[in-house]
């Protein structure tokens, strides 16, 4: 990064995002500035204990999801989860496609309800389940005739 910094000839300089610089030993990853230990962070080859989720390596096993939410950042789901949005959320609940008994698909996701619920969807496109003897207004339940 343009100074000179003690260390020794094996050491290696890592950049910041600011092009300010710091000496990581030499069997360190570099990452974004930061030295962590080899297999750990940005890592192209994760250490034991560690999968690749999002450009990081994260605590995990090989049969873990990797969950990447709208921001690209990663959360690790157990094998019997199902990711949503970038979070995780137990099998046939949440965005599930085919949902558990006692939920409703409704604006996307499962919903808690039963089978007097009707979905009322509002304009940001998710939806809230009404019940018996309601009526949906532009995304909110109403009493009926009201």
Do not use: R
């Not at 343009?2 to 610089?21: E, M, R």
């Not at 949503?84 to 599930?96: D, K, L, R």
């Amino acid at each position: 990064g343009g100074q000179c910094l003690p260390g020794s000839a094996s050491d290696q300089c890592c950049l910041g995002p600011t092009g300010v610089g710091i000496l990581c030993e030499a069997t360190a990853e570099c990452c974004d500035g930061i030295c962590l230990a080899d297999g750990e962070g940005c890592a192209k080859k994760c250490a034991a204990g560690l999968i690749h989720c999002g450009g990081e390596c994260l605590a995990g096993t090989p049969g873990d999801k990797c969950c990447i939410g709208p921001s690209g950042n990663g959360m690790v789901c157990e094998p019997n989860a199902q990711c949503c949005g970038g979070s995780c959320v137990a099998a046939n609940e949440g965005c599930a496609q085919d949902c558990a008994p006692g939920l409703y698909k409704c604006g996307g996701e499962c919903l808690p309800g039963d089978n007097s619920s009707t979905c009322c969807t509002g304009p940001t496109g998710k939806g809230i389940l009404c019940g018996a003897g309601a009526a949906c207004c532009k995304g909110l339940c109403e009493v009926a005739g009201t």
